[in-house]
Structure formats: structure tokens, C-alpha cells
């Protein structure tokens, strides 16, 4: 059965700092997509990253990149510069499939990230 | 486009009560989703629609819990006779279908559900 792993229930960061928050996952489907959602206490999730079993190169988006090792199933984000405003919920979710039949996301449990000044 | 909108943001009913939720998608998407959202856990799939056509349910979505979206644009979520245990966030959200596998869905803001 498909899952997702988040062990960290919280993390501190200094601003300015970078921060990584783990993600691992478990699927048989061979090909899958890989999102991080943040969720700032408004509570809307907010798109930040993709990355699809195929992609060769680690997906990036300005401060976001996904440090995604296939063989590990894993897909750390790496959060560079942080911000005060990072500080937030953030998911790892996956889709299996290829966005046809099947398309929702698992969600894992969450990390909370609390960047310091 | 103002993204994807839910009403209400926050309802407080009491235990037996029925509510009913609502979620404008945004205008092209073709599928919509809703999630419910409990203290500390991450979302869980409950339903998905394209169009008007109900594809799939979820074995949370139980007897009490009904969605339509009858002319494929909003969508409304019924629960009938609240529990305490539904007390959590229902999210809804909507994506085109092409577009699903690389930028996953435009999430709204939730509704909060508090059944006392």
C-alpha cells in the first residue's frame, strides 16, 4: 500500500539558515509524483514543489528544491534562506499513476517548522 | 480567477445536526477533491469528481456523508446527523486533468467543522 513518511513532528531553524525536512515513501506503482504543500496556520495548502519518478535532475522553485533519491525512496525538501515567513506546516504528499485514473494525493503527517530570528 | 473558495470558513453545530459545505473550484478545472483534515494529521482523501460524475469515494465517506456536484462546477459536501468525531477541516480542491501530474491541486482555504 502506498504511504508517506514524515518522522519529524517539528523542527527550529535560524532565519537566514537552510533547513531540510524528510520525507520518505512507499509505492509499487512505478511511476508516481511527489508534491510538498506548505500550510500556514490559515490553513490553506500551498503548492511549493514537484517531482515525477521520472525526472531525471532534483526538481527546484526559487528557495525550494527536492533532494530526491529514487533508489532510498525518498524526497527531502531543502529549504534555502529561510524566512520568517516559513514558518508553517509542511506535507510531502504522492500520487501514483500518471495523473489519469487514480489521481489523489497521500498525505504524510506533517512537519512543523518554526523559523527563529 | 480568485482560486478555489469555501463556505463557510468555520461552522459550529451541535452533535445530530446536519451541515452542508460548499466549494466553488476554479472555473476550467475539471476535478474536484475533498479532503477532510484532522487535528495533526495531514489531509485524507475523501471523494473526487470530474466533471459532474462522482469517480470515486474514499471508505471514510460513510452513509452519513453525501457530495454532489450536479452541473460539473461547485460541489457541496452534506454530512447528516453530526458526530463529535466528525468535528476536523474539510478541504476541498480542483485541478484539470491534464495538468494533475505535475502540479498536483490548488487547495482552498477549508472549512473548520466543531460538532459539540
Same mark, same amino acid.
Given at each position: 500500500?502506498?504511504?508517506?513518511?514524515?518522522?519529524?513532528?517539528?523542527?527550529?531553524?535560524?532565519?537566514?539558515?537552510?533547513?531540510?525536512?524528510?520525507? #520518505?515513501? =512507499?509505492?509499487?506503482?512505478?511511476?508516481?509524483?511527489?508534491? /510538498?504543500?506548505?500550510?500556514?496556520?490559515?490553513?490553506?495548502?500551498?503548492?511549493?514543489?514537484?517531482?515525477?519518478s521520472?525526472?531525471?535532475?532534483?526538481?527546484? @522553485?526559487?528557495?525550494?528544491?527536492?533532494?530526491? $533519491?529514487?533508489?532510498?525512496?525518498?524526497?527531502?525538501?531543502?529549504?534555502?534562506?529561510? $524566512?520568517?515567513?516559513?514558518? &508553517?506546516?509542511?506535507?510531502?504528499?504522492?500520487?501514483?499513476?500518471?495523473?489519469g &485514473?487514480?489521481?489523489?494525493?497521500?498525505?504524510?503527517?506533517? #512537519?512543523?517548522? &518554526?523559523?527563529q530570528? | 480567477?480568485?482560486? *478555489?473558495?469555501?463556505?463557510p470558513?468555520?461552522?459550529?453545530?451541535?452533535?445530530?445536526?446536519? *451541515?452542508?459545505?460548499?466549494?466553488?473550484?476554479?472555473?476550467?478545472?475539471?476535478?474536484?477533491? /475533498?479532503?477532510?483534515?484532522?487535528?495533526g494529521?495531514?489531509?485524507?482523501?475523501?471523494?473526487?469528481?470530474?466533471?459532474? +460524475?462522482?469517480? @470515486?469515494?474514499?471508505?471514510?465517506?460513510? =452513509?452519513?456523508?453525501?457530495? @454532489?456536484?450536479?452541473?460539473?462546477?461547485?460541489?457541496?459536501? @452534506?454530512?447528516?446527523? #453530526?458526530?463529535?468525531?466528525?468535528? +476536523?477541516?474539510?478541504?476541498?480542491?480542483?485541478?484539470? #486533468?491534464?495538468? &494533475?501530474?505535475?502540479?498536483?491541486?490548488?487547495?482552498?482555504?477549508?472549512?473548520?467543522?466543531? *460538532? *459539540?
Open positions: 500500500a502506498q504511504k508517506i513518511t514524515q518522522t519529524q513532528p517539528g523542527m527550529f531553524v535560524q532565519e537566514k539558515e537552510a533547513v531540510t525536512l524528510d520525507c #520518505t515513501y =512507499d509505492t509499487s506503482d512505478p511511476s508516481y509524483g511527489l508534491f /510538498w504543500y506548505k500550510q500556514p496556520s490559515s490553513g490553506e495548502m500551498i503548492f511549493l514543489i514537484y517531482q515525477g521520472y525526472d531525471q535532475q532534483n526538481a527546484t @522553485e526559487g528557495r525550494y528544491s527536492l533532494n530526491f $533519491q529514487k533508489a532510498r525512496k525518498s524526497a527531502n525538501l531543502v529549504i534555502s534562506a529561510s $524566512q520568517l515567513g516559513d514558518s &508553517a506546516m509542511y506535507f510531502c504528499a504522492m500520487r501514483e499513476g500518471r495523473g &485514473a487514480t489521481n489523489k494525493l497521500i498525505f504524510g503527517t506533517g #512537519t512543523l517548522l &518554526a523559523v530570528p | 480567477d480568485t482560486g *478555489v473558495s469555501q463556505d470558513r468555520h461552522k459550529i453545530t451541535k452533535r445530530g445536526q446536519n *451541515v452542508t459545505f460548499r466549494c466553488d473550484p476554479i472555473s476550467e478545472h475539471n476535478r474536484l477533491y /475533498w479532503y477532510r483534515q484532522t487535528l494529521q495531514g489531509p485524507e482523501f475523501l471523494t473526487y469528481f470530474q466533471n459532474e +460524475a462522482q469517480l @470515486e469515494k474514499s471508505r471514510l465517506l460513510s =452513509d452519513r456523508f453525501s457530495a @454532489e456536484r450536479p452541473k460539473g462546477s461547485f460541489s457541496t459536501l @452534506e454530512i447528516q446527523r #453530526t458526530e463529535q468525531g466528525d468535528s +476536523a477541516m474539510y478541504l476541498c480542491a480542483s485541478s484539470l #486533468t491534464d495538468r &494533475a501530474s505535475n502540479y498536483g491541486y490548488t487547495f482552498g482555504s477549508g472549512t473548520r467543522l466543531t *460538532v *459539540v
